[in-house]
């Protein structure tokens, strides 16, 4: 039997998985494909990591690590929902709930002294950030706008912010000393380990990272933050905020880069705060109090600094109520952008802001413009090029912009995002060096205590695959593509050399490929959105994950509606359904009122590729059928406005996978592809269309009252069920076709 495995993730997508999946599951088992779960949520993955301290009905296998071996294999087919990218925060909130369920897990230790504490908290490391992704993307990735998409967002155009010449909205951004800057690169020519070690004032050498096993041809990239011109690069930023009186906002990614940007966060929080910091530091870091953690830590833990909280306290609401003003998060709530790091994704919040005419959020509930502060200065450029040309000819018109699809360097950890275990908050002033198995020092960073060090490898292979997938995607579109790198940046440059050699082994005839720095490469694309004209951006993986959710977010208004194809280099498929940037809030709107905003639009989209993918590869011709009928239905859904809503009495998440299965049963019944598969889904069809006034009124009569799930991070499975599956009409139906083959 043909396998697809549908992933079991976290927050909004997870929830809807539970109404979903028992649909896919009915409509694929007629066609012979199963469809397996895997679990690789957050919870998921603690639990998988400490099996050995629970009893045998609490242990969950390592679905992370066997999915990361079927990705290595051409049956691998999986569907990759969005997960957790936890920071530290999250991580210490879902701990803390596994351990109210009575699972038996040790405290997250911010500072580990013993042997056992070092092991627990390498085992939660495993966890954090980007944990996920890199296992499983053995390929490279292929991100578009589907048709039905693009035509739904021309024919229904979200909102736009209107913007105006005079906006005093800028990017603020390092000029020198930053990771871009200080960036240092060099290519591999043998097979090698290498090893990261510090070299202090008095010659004392200290292994950072030893046994860093390297390929021939791999690109080794090394380069540090410096902390003191990164402060004084903020407290400059803090003051022109304050001097324009415009909104103070940090644009940070605290969730992939789960080792660096915590502590860029934490500085942001300490600079800001300086008079706080400067006064109570000593106090607040007696009580546990760190700044990476957010002033949301901050605030919530002053009682452990004693007789002295409510000063503390008292002081930091003043500091507050002094310019500049603080973006904010949730303004009702009083959640600022430094509250939380995990709230500042800066691939998220910025075109977000730049989709609302350059304002964000100010603590008043006010609108307004903002410095928005990007320290690392290696692609802020891209949004300021951005800001720049709203300013000049106004926002951008979903009814004729053109599309900035991406082909983006991700297979087997390439161009690793974050690099967290070559990264470093550096103890003492000295030298870090990359040295090479003969001793030979391949790069040295002269570095001051607490500077963040880090480096980074990104695979020849994968380069070379990379290459491939940009000439395979400009060819199969005839729209130009653009390598998005920069000459004068010491990584791009060897990626340059690369893939000027790896191009000639492609016929380009005809073809219009370009290598321009980010900043070139984004004049020219949003010049050409303009024209209503598409221009494919060949990227690295953190810009990747940057465009594709820039570009998306201003032209079919969110990521979550595209198609994420990624072509594993062993013949395998992954098909990735979207962001889950706005996840958490969905889960909050369903406790509070049942009612689940989510938009499973991408799962509609990924599965249909999936299927696509295994009929090509197994040879199962009703995958073919199943996937073009589920397309033309996912075009219906759109068109027809079944998708959900955003107020309680109207369709939200599970009604719109109801219209989605009654459309797909109609399209199944109605085509002549295969005789059989219309036969079976002719009675279906005519079942829910029968029912489908009952089936909605149950769904709108199942909203409205809190619903409890048993757990945010780990929620009961039975509760779930029920509160997402409230149908019993549509349920019945959907039930009455398991086991059952066309």
Known sequence: MSTIIYTKTDEAPLLATYSLKPII??????AGIEVQTRDISLAGRILAQFADRLPAEQQVPDALTELGQLATTPEANIIKLPNISASVPQLKAAIAELQEQGYDLPAYPESPQSEEERDVRARYAKVMGSAVNPVLREGNSDRRAPDAVKNYARSHPHSMGAWSADSRTRVATMTERDFAHNEQSVVIEQQDTLTIQHVAADGTVSVLKESVPVLAGEVIDATFMDVAALRTFLAEQVQAAATEDVLFSLHLKATMMKVSDPIIFGHAVETFFADVFGQYGEQLAAAGLSASGGLGGILSGLDAVGEQAGTIREAIEQRLAQLPRLSMVNSDKGISNLHVPSDVIVDASMPAMIRNGGKVWGPQGEEDDTIAVIPDSSYAGVYQVVIEDCKEHGAYDPTTMGSVPNVGLMAQKAEEYGSHDKTFEIAADGAVQVVDSSGTVLMEHQVSAGDIWRACQTKDEPIRDWVKLAVTRARATGDPAVFWLDRERAHDANLIAKVETYLADHDTEGLDLQILSPVEATRLSV???????????V?????????TDLFPILEVGTSAKMLSVVPLMNGGGLFETGAGGSA???????QSENYLRWDSLGEFLALAESLRHLADRQGNERATVLGDALDRATERVLSEGRSPARRLGQIDNRGSHFYLALYWAQELAGQGQDAALAQFFSPVAEQLSAQAESIAQELIDAQGSPVDLGGYYHPDDELTFAAMR???TFNSIIDGLVGQRA
């Open 539 to 547: 990227t690295g993986n953190v810009l990747r994950d940057y465009n």
């Open 584 to 590: 958490p809030k969905h889960v909050q709107q369903l």
């Open 726 to 728: 409230p149908s019993a």
């Open 25 to 30: 599951e009915a409509f694929a088992g007629a």
């Open 527 to 537: 010049e050409r959105i303009r024209q209503g004209l598409n221009t494919i951006s």
